[in-house]
């Protein structure tokens, strides 16, 4: 089985599979935002809180295998990686960010100030992106603890998760090219 190649595409077919590479990331996405922001992240003493988050980073992981999988079986593994990694990544960020919402309205002293929904946000991705502008910090220990999960996180989807998907498209690449015909 010859590997696809988005070069024997036609323009009209390239152009689609442009298309849902994109907006099938920009749904779930937009999705996952509508979840963060309707989420009652003012109940910080709410029992299930931490579970959730808890839960919550194990669906990612379980997404990323699965993405992986599908990456693995793709007829373009490339575009099914990046539909991976637009997915999981916004995913991570916004359980950091739902942490820190819960932490905030717990104890409004956990950072430099009180943070809301789109603050959390905001500061999930300074740390994500390692840019740390100092406007908004973490100054109590359990705030300080989630914050390092969080960086250590960062660098497993950086590192592991980068790597593990840029393989599976190695290896869909190869498995397409040198698999049984069809």
Same mark, same amino acid.
Not at 38 to 43: A, E, G, N, S, V
Not at 51 to 76: C, E, K, N, S
Not at 107 to 114: G, I, L, M, V
């Given at each position: 089985?010859?590997?696809?190649?988005?070069?024997? +595409?036609?323009? #009209?077919?390239?152009?689609? &599979?442009? =298309?849902? @590479?994109?907006?099938?990331? /920009? !749904?779930?996405?937009?999705?996952?935002?509508?979840?963060?922001?309707?989420?009652?992240?003012?109940?910080?003493?709410?029992?299930?809180?931490?579970?959730?988050?808890?839960?919550?980073?194990?669906?990612?992981?379980?997404?990323?295998?699965?993405?992986?999988?599908?990456?693995?079986?793709?007829?373009?593994?490339?575009?099914?990686?990046?539909?991976? +990694?637009?997915? #999981?990544?916004?995913?991570? &960020?916004? =359980?950091? @960010?739902?942490?820190?919402? /819960? !932490?905030?309205?717990?104890?409004?002293?956990?950072?430099?100030?009180?943070?809301?929904?789109?603050?959390?946000?905001?500061?999930?991705?300074?740390?994500?992106?390692?840019?740390?502008?100092?406007?908004?910090?973490?100054?109590?220990?359990?705030?300080?603890?989630?914050?390092?999960?969080?960086?250590?996180?960062?660098?497993?989807?950086?590192?592991? +998760?980068?790597? #593990?998907?840029?393989?599976?498209?190695? =290896?869909?690449?190869?498995?397409?090219?040198?698999?049984?015909?069809?």
């Amino acid at each position: 089985m010859e590997e696809a190649s988005l070069a024997t +595409l036609g323009p #009209a077919a390239r152009r689609a &599979l442009y =298309l849902r @590479a994109l907006v099938r990331p /920009l !749904l779930t996405v937009t999705a996952l935002l509508w979840i963060y922001y309707l989420i009652p992240w003012d109940r910080p003493h709410d029992p299930l809180a931490i579970p959730a988050i808890v839960g919550g980073l194990l669906a990612v992981v379980g997404l990323a295998v699965l993405q992986i999988r599908a990456i693995l079986r793709a007829r373009y593994p490339a575009v099914q990686a990046i539909e991976a +990694l637009a997915v #999981a990544v916004p995913m991570f &960020l916004l =359980l950091f @960010a739902g942490a820190y919402c /819960l !932490l905030s309205y717990a104890s409004p002293a956990a950072f430099t100030e009180p943070m809301d929904r789109t603050d959390a946000i905001y500061f999930t991705v300074t740390v994500f992106a390692t840019v740390g502008f100092g406007d908004i910090a973490p100054v109590t220990t359990s705030a300080r603890v989630v914050v390092t999960l969080q960086m250590l996180g960062d660098l497993v989807v950086l590192g592991v +998760l980068l790597q #593990a998907i840029v393989g599976a498209v190695k =290896l869909g690449r190869a498995r397409r090219r040198d698999g049984p015909a069809e």
